[in-house]
């Protein structure tokens, strides 16, 4: 990208951030309201900034694909929500045990235990609140498509199963396949979850060209978290740097080393741009999101 | 109910109890599947008998309105998987630690604490996934509002949030209001949910009886459970009698006394029947499935 689209970009990506952060406000129970400390601590736990990657996905997707605004911003909210659950479950003590999230107490440490758990159990309900927003879609069965697209990437089949996944393979030797696997299922679900809702009204084609795309910027990703993990320091990185590496997790860095896995990254970033060789401007701000997601301190 | 009734209630509720042991059987994932620990767990949690009181509210409530047995079928499933979700959430130790669930360890002693985190959220998502199975209403905008009832009665204002209610009312002391409200939330928003999902089919004004019907036996429901605590023995109940008086939770019995709370269980049994009144033998099920969750040792 050039300078003057760079900016561009992240002027687009800058407004998208603010919109969703004040869909993702108006979605949350006011604090006003009973059970007052679960709402706040769900409130907590997902209005604390981040980059909005699966929204800024859902987003691009939209515009590639003529997706109305209200059902964009709908599966943006939907998708954030999750995320913001999958994170504050990953960081309890039973799970990653993680007292920090984006430089801030995670939920369980601000809050305690139960109600950490019962945040993450509220918002996946949530989710699927937004989505199914009685009208929301002028096409009744579109909705429940979409539905469906994101129950299958939330479950045992999807982010659950790859945390399941991630979980029993602390200490073992994992292929390089079985980590992929492993991280198709619990990143990379809810990122192809999060394109897939934003190009709802693509064609056929688009909705195939979004679908490998957003395969590859899935696995990117999280290649580039493993790569960040090592590199980047704790305040940089805004949660407990090097964690991976001393819970014996296998991550791309440590089954490729650090080049090979800066290889995989890059290939992966081609494919996803070759996926949309096809199409013109529309597809646009997919392929910026792309350079945006695989150089994340731009 | 005479003997004859008792017995073809007691047929027909027992066929119901196969039927949704087979659904879910086919629902969840196969263990063969990976992750297959947590597709395992899953399983243990949820196909664990129990009588299946929101399937067959369900189920009933379908043949009062006509609802097509497929739709009727998804959601007497759905209720279930997010009432086993439930309980595993429940059990875990940051909630209220039960060891003991139907006569057998729970999900976190059985396993682990993380794998019943996950085996909490998966269910969640799975119930979801079930219901939002396209083409499943031939009326795709009242599949959507099915979804729409389920998402809110289980969320920060149905289930989750009467859970936080719940834990923060230990050792605190609660007007009879006050924990109506919380159990309205934690046991009456799904009991609800499970008769209005099955009474999608129905006329306005039967899904408005369906509805009192439904919010005064989930009440009901409370109450009963709240003095079978007190009454019964851990090995009738299957799990640990005495619980919520050890754990200082305020119950109807400890509110109101046992005399009054049986008094109370009462007179929302005749509330609850009072409802179909308009209603004849359409109404059958329903009034007879009130008499066997209030009398629930028949």
């Given at each position: 990208m050039i300078d003057s689209n760079v900016a561009d970009f992240l002027i687009w990506a800058k407004q998208k951030q603010t919109r969703i952060a004040d869909i993702l406000n108006e979605a949350l129970p006011a604090?006003?309201?009973?059970?007052q400390t679960l709402h706040e601590a769900m409130r907590y736990s997902t209005l604390n900034?981040?980059?909005?990657v699966r929204a800024l996905l859902s987003f691009a997707a939209a515009e590639f694909c003529h997706t109305p605004d209200t059902v964009a911003e709908a599966a943006a909210c939907a998708v954030e929500l999750i995320h913001a659950y999958s994170l504050v479950h990953d960081d309890m003590p039973c799970m990653?045990?993680?007292?920090?999230r984006r430089g801030k107490p995670s939920c369980h440490k601000q809050y305690d235990d139960a109600t950490a758990l019962l945040v993450g159990d509220a918002l996946q309900s949530l989710a699927f609140e937004v989505l199914s927003t009685?009208?929301?879609?002028?096409?009744a069965n579109q909705q429940v498509r979409m539905l469906n697209i994101l129950a299958k990437a939330v479950g045992s089949s999807g982010m659950a199963g790859g945390q399941a996944i991630d979980l029993s393979s602390v200490g073992a030797k994992l292929s390089q396949t079985e980590l992929e696997t492993m991280h198709q299922l619990k990143t990379g679900a809810l990122i192809q979850a999060a394109a897939l809702l934003g190009a709802a009204s693509g064609s056929q084609q688009q909705i195939y060209a979004v679908h490998i795309y957003a395969q590859n910027i899935g696995l990117a990703f999280q290649v580039i978290d493993d790569i960040l993990d090592v590199e980047a320091d704790t305040g940089t990185l805004g949660k407990t740097a090097g964690k991976d590496a001393d819970n014996e997790k296998p991550t791309y860095v440590s089954v490729l080393g650090l080049e090979l896995a800066k290889k995989l990254a890059d290939e992966l970033y081609e494919a996803a741009i070759h996926a949309l060789a096809p199409y013109g401007e529309e597809a646009r701000r997919l392929r910026e999101l792309a350079g945006f997601i695989l150089q994340r301190s731009f």
């Amino acid at each position: 990208m050039i300078d003057s689209n760079v900016a561009d970009f992240l002027i687009w990506a800058k407004q998208k951030q603010t919109r969703i952060a004040d869909i993702l406000n108006e979605a949350l129970p006011a604090t006003s309201i009973a059970p007052q400390t679960l709402h706040e601590a769900m409130r907590y736990s997902t209005l604390n900034g981040g980059k909005r990657v699966r929204a800024l996905l859902s987003f691009a997707a939209a515009e590639f694909c003529h997706t109305p605004d209200t059902v964009a911003e709908a599966a943006a909210c939907a998708v954030e929500l999750i995320h913001a659950y999958s994170l504050v479950h990953d960081d309890m003590p039973c799970m990653d045990d993680d007292d920090l999230r984006r430089g801030k107490p995670s939920c369980h440490k601000q809050y305690d235990d139960a109600t950490a758990l019962l945040v993450g159990d509220a918002l996946q309900s949530l989710a699927f609140e937004v989505l199914s927003t009685p009208q929301l879609c002028s096409n009744a069965n579109q909705q429940v498509r979409m539905l469906n697209i994101l129950a299958k990437a939330v479950g045992s089949s999807g982010m659950a199963g790859g945390q399941a996944i991630d979980l029993s393979s602390v200490g073992a030797k994992l292929s390089q396949t079985e980590l992929e696997t492993m991280h198709q299922l619990k990143t990379g679900a809810l990122i192809q979850a999060a394109a897939l809702l934003g190009a709802a009204s693509g064609s056929q084609q688009q909705i195939y060209a979004v679908h490998i795309y957003a395969q590859n910027i899935g696995l990117a990703f999280q290649v580039i978290d493993d790569i960040l993990d090592v590199e980047a320091d704790t305040g940089t990185l805004g949660k407990t740097a090097g964690k991976d590496a001393d819970n014996e997790k296998p991550t791309y860095v440590s089954v490729l080393g650090l080049e090979l896995a800066k290889k995989l990254a890059d290939e992966l970033y081609e494919a996803a741009i070759h996926a949309l060789a096809p199409y013109g401007e529309e597809a646009r701000r997919l392929r910026e999101l792309a350079g945006f997601i695989l150089q994340r301190s731009f």
